[in-house]
Each structure stands twice: as structure tokens, then as C-alpha cells.
């Protein structure tokens, strides 16, 4: 055992809460093969791991993570989070997933089908997508990337989703399924075919679904994938500030933040409060008090805003950008994740997809830290912060 071992001691709730945004910032640089996500639709470039018991993805493939002060090293028994010669943290690595080595009966792979995140199984549907390599391409996105070099396929069936959930679930535990999909050109945007492969994943595997698609543009569709059986559902704005929607996501920026707001109130009456989501990406230029607000407003509508930093994913137009300094992320987190729980909104009462699972954001750190229940935290023993004007 070596000589840092000896002397470790845990961090406390706010050291883990902290190091987790340093590391989603800064990237964590890996000896070890890790598994890990890279490419797919919206923002990704993601290693899967738990640092201290808690699920965390972090970049380790883009090349700003070679500067990244923080290291997993190999130990005698497991992995470790180190910066220098300090040991941080325990790292437990997803394992590679059994149904991995599986296929379908005509031979495709049940991994170019869908991947294991941790405990969700995850898929892009449709792997292609409207704003693809033209003008409306959305900047942090990577759908196209590992479809050009071969690790996925474009179009996954229902059938042959249901196959793989109930092996992701029989062999890897997986808790959820998350399902997400390029837009389309059609009036719906591609939400009734990912609506009708959560019914074949919940029909088959009983888990529950969360889908992810863009405002459609009549919203009937919205009530017709809730009938098909989906849980939760992923309408992403991506970022409140129009000016930078424009510039990152012209094709979606078309339809105007408003459309969003459409959309959620339409889908918060299909599905209930706390069970309509959307991605907030930081660093991307935005005005940090508009997205505090949006992010309040969309709270007051019961949408879960999930707020992530940007993760420049190699081969997408962003992959030279940084991400935003952690200081930063954790300064919009407090602002926002408190406003939530004083709503009784948390991550615990979200049934399936990127909102449950939480491993990309810092938000659910930062619930389990500050304060104690005794001083306003969670009845089931996690904390809050403490609020803000
Ligand atoms: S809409 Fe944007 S984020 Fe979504 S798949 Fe298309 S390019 Fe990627």
C-alpha cells in the first residue's frame, strides 16, 4: 500500500461536491482503459466512474485533459483521483458491460445499439440528424462523429432496442433506459419515433424511459409519445440567452426559446412536474443572470433545468473550446439548485433518463452538501444549500 494511502482521509460532502466540478471542468487524466462516452447527440466526450460513491462523468479524450491537474491512477486494490502526489478520492470504474459481447441475431453488436451509462442504457435512435453538416449544425454536438468512424449504427429498431434493454437489465442492472434521437424534418422532429422505441424498451423490459427530442411543431405530438408510454422526457434548449443559441444551435434556434417554453408547459401536463427536463450548457458565452432567471422560470413550470458545463466533444466544431472555469458553473448551481428544492424539486423524484442519473452535472453534489436536514435539508437525509435572494 503505498505511502499516500496510509494517510487518506475522506472528503467531507462540499470537498467531493468541489472536486467533481474541478474535474467535469478540468478533465481527468487516465492511465487506465475507462469506459466511456464519445460522440452521440448533444454534448458528450464523457469517461463513467464513481469518485467516492458518487456517479461522475468527466472528459478524458479531448486534449485540453492533459493539462488537467487531476489523475486516476491504478492502485493495489482499485483506483484513486490524485492531484500530484495527494490521493483525493476512491475511483470504482464502470465495468465493461456483459451484454457487450452480445448480438443481434443478424449480427450487429448489441454496443452499436446502445451503451451503458453508468446505470442507464442509453441510445441515440437515429443517429443522423436535420442540422447534420450544414449551417444549422448544433456546435457541441457529436451525433455524426461516431457514426463516421463506425461505433454505432443510424437507425435502431424498436425490436431491436427491447432486445438490448432486457439484456442491459438481466445482465448489467441497468435501472433506466434514456433514448434520444437527431431531429428530423418532419412536423413531429423525430419525437414519434423515439416515442415508439420506448414502447418497445418499456413493453419488453418493464424499466422505465425517458426520451429526448425537439419542440415538435404541433403539440399533440407531445400527448401521443406520453400515450406510447414514456416516463420522462428531454426537450433541450440547451442555453437561455438567445444571442448564443443563435451562434451554437442556429437550426433550433429557429424556433425561438418561447417554443420551448410551449413545449414544456404542454409536456409538464403530460407527464407531471419534475419529469420534463432540459439541458443547460455553461460556457458557451452566455449572460449568466438571463440564465438564472430562464432557469427560475422554468423551475416555476415544473421543468427540471440540468445544468451542465460544456464539454468540447473532439470532432465536433467546439473541440477547441474549454470549458467554463468550475468557480463559474458552481456559482449558477447555487443559484438555481436551491431555488428547486425550496420547490421540492430534486433529482430523486426524476423516474428515468440524464436528470435521474445526474452524473454529468454537479447539481446533485451540491444537494448532498451544505447544510444539515435539521437547517431545512432533504426528510430523506440528503441536504440543501443554504438559500439565496
Ligand atoms: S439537434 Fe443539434 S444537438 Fe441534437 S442531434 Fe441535431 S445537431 Fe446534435
Same mark, same amino acid.
Given at each position: 500500500?503505498?505511502?499516500?494511502?496510509?494517510?487518506?482521509?475522506?472528503?467531507?460532502?462540499?470537498?467531493?461536491?468541489?472536486?467533481?466540478?474541478?474535474?467535469?471542468?478540468?478533465?481527468?487524466?487516465?492511465?487506465?482503459?475507462?469506459?466511456?462516452?464519445?460522440?452521440?447527440?448533444?454534448?458528450?466526450?464523457?469517461?463513467?466512474?464513481?469518485?467516492?460513491?458518487?456517479?461522475?462523468?468527466?472528459?478524458?479524450?479531448?486534449?485540453?485533459?492533459?493539462?488537467?491537474?487531476?489523475?486516476?491512477?491504478?492502485?493495489?486494490?482499485?483506483?484513486?483521483?490524485?492531484?500530484?502526489?495527494?490521493?483525493?478520492?476512491?475511483?470504482?470504474?464502470?465495468?465493461?458491460?456483459?451484454?457487450?459481447?452480445?448480438?443481434?441475431?443478424?449480427?450487429?453488436?448489441?454496443?452499436?445499439?446502445?451503451?451503458?451509462?453508468?446505470?442507464?442504457?442509453?441510445?441515440?435512435?437515429?443517429?443522423?440528424?436535420?442540422?447534420?453538416?450544414?449551417?444549422?449544425?448544433?456546435?457541441?454536438?457529436?451525433?455524426?462523429?461516431?457514426?463516421?468512424?463506425?461505433?454505432?449504427?443510424?437507425?435502431?429498431?424498436?425490436?431491436?432496442?427491447?432486445?438490448?434493454?432486457?439484456?442491459?437489465?438481466?445482465?448489467?442492472?441497468?435501472?433506466?433506459?434514456?433514448?434520444?434521437?437527431?431531429?428530423?424534418?418532419?412536423?413531429?422532429?423525430?419525437?414519434?419515433?423515439?416515442?415508439?422505441?420506448?414502447?418497445?424498451?418499456?413493453?419488453?423490459?418493464?424499466?422505465?424511459?425517458?426520451?429526448?427530442?425537439?419542440?415538435?411543431?404541433?403539440?399533440?405530438?407531445?400527448?401521443?409519445?406520453?400515450?406510447?408510454?414514456?416516463?420522462?422526457?428531454?426537450?433541450?434548449?440547451?442555453?437561455?440567452?438567445?444571442?448564443?443559441?443563435?451562434?451554437?444551435?442556429? $437550426?433550433? %434556434? /429557429?424556433?425561438?426559446?418561447?417554443?420551448?417554453?410551449? #413545449?414544456? !408547459? *404542454? &409536456?409538464?401536463?403530460?407527464?407531471? +412536474? =419534475?419529469?420534463?427536463?432540459?439541458?443547460?450548457?455553461?460556457?458557451?458565452?452566455?449572460?449568466?443572470?438571463?440564465?438564472?432567471?430562464?432557469?427560475?422560470?422554468?423551475?416555476?413550470?415544473?421543468?427540471?433545468?440540468?445544468?451542465?458545463?460544456?464539454?468540447?466533444?473532439?470532432?465536433?466544431?467546439?473541440?477547441?473550446?474549454?470549458?467554463?472555469?468550475?468557480?463559474?458553473?458552481?456559482?449558477?448551481?447555487?443559484?438555481?439548485?436551491?431555488?428547486?428544492?425550496?420547490?421540492?424539486?430534486?433529482?430523486?423524484?426524476?423516474?428515468? $433518463?440524464? %436528470? /435521474?442519473?445526474?452524473?454529468?452535472?454537479?447539481?446533485? #453534489?451540491? !444537494? *448532498? &452538501?451544505?447544510?444539515?436536514?435539521? +437547517? =431545512?435539508?432533504?426528510?430523506?437525509?440528503?441536504?440543501?444549500?443554504?438559500?439565496?435572494?
Amino acid at each position: 500500500m503505498s505511502e499516500a494511502r496510509e494517510s487518506f482521509t475522506p472528503l467531507n460532502a462540499d470537498e467531493l461536491a468541489e472536486l467533481i466540478g474541478n474535474i467535469q471542468s478540468h478533465g481527468l487524466r487516465v492511465e487506465s482503459k475507462i469506459e466511456r462516452r464519445r460522440g452521440g447527440a448533444g454534448p458528450s466526450d464523457a469517461g463513467m466512474l464513481w469518485i467516492d460513491g458518487a456517479p461522475t462523468t468527466a472528459p478524458t479524450d479531448a486534449a485540453y485533459v492533459q493539462s488537467s491537474p487531476y489523475e486516476m491512477r491504478h492502485e493495489d486494490d482499485g483506483f484513486a483521483v490524485y492531484e500530484g502526489s495527494t490521493r483525493l478520492a476512491e475511483v470504482r470504474l464502470a465495468p465493461r458491460p456483459k451484454y457487450y459481447d452480445l448480438s443481434t441475431e443478424d449480427g450487429i453488436p448489441y454496443w452499436k445499439i446502445a451503451l451503458m451509462h453508468l446505470d442507464s442504457m442509453a441510445s441515440t435512435v437515429l443517429q443522423t440528424c436535420a442540422y447534420w453538416g450544414n449551417s444549422d449544425q448544433c456546435t457541441f454536438c457529436g451525433i455524426g462523429v461516431s457514426l463516421a468512424a463506425g461505433r454505432t449504427i443510424a437507425k435502431k429498431t424498436p425490436a431491436m432496442l427491447a432486445e438490448v434493454a432486457v439484456a442491459a437489465r438481466d445482465l448489467d442492472g441497468a435501472v433506466d433506459a434514456t433514448l434520444t434521437t437527431g431531429s428530423t424534418a418532419t412536423p413531429d422532429r423525430g419525437a414519434l419515433y423515439v416515442g415508439k422505441c420506448a414502447e418497445a424498451v418499456k413493453n419488453a423490459s418493464g424499466l422505465p424511459v425517458q426520451v429526448q427530442f425537439e419542440p415538435p411543431e404541433d403539440l399533440d405530438v407531445i400527448d401521443r409519445v406520453k400515450d406510447l408510454g414514456a416516463d420522462s422526457v428531454g426537450i433541450h434548449v440547451e442555453t437561455f440567452d438567445p444571442k448564443v443559441l443563435a451562434q451554437v444551435a442556429p $437550426g433550433k %434556434a /429557429r424556433w425561438g426559446i418561447e417554443a420551448y417554453f410551449g #413545449a414544456w !408547459e *404542454r &409536456a409538464v401536463k403530460a407527464f407531471g +412536474e =419534475g419529469q420534463v427536463s432540459t439541458y443547460v450548457i455553461l460556457g458557451m458565452g452566455e449572460d449568466p443572470q438571463l440564465t438564472i432567471e430562464s432557469c427560475r422560470r422554468a423551475v416555476d413550470i415544473g421543468v427540471y433545468p440540468f445544468i451542465v458545463p460544456l464539454r468540447p466533444v473532439p470532432g465536433s466544431l467546439l473541440a477547441d473550446e474549454r470549458p467554463p472555469a468550475p468557480e463559474y458553473v458552481e456559482s449558477i448551481y447555487r443559484e438555481v439548485v436551491p431555488y428547486m428544492l425550496a420547490r421540492g424539486m430534486t433529482a430523486e423524484g426524476v423516474m428515468a $433518463g440524464c %436528470a /435521474r442519473c445526474q452524473a454529468c452535472s454537479g447539481m446533485a #453534489a451540491l !444537494e *448532498r &452538501a451544505g447544510s444539515p436536514a435539521s +437547517e =431545512g435539508g432533504l426528510a430523506d437525509g440528503r441536504t440543501s444549500l443554504p438559500l439565496f435572494a
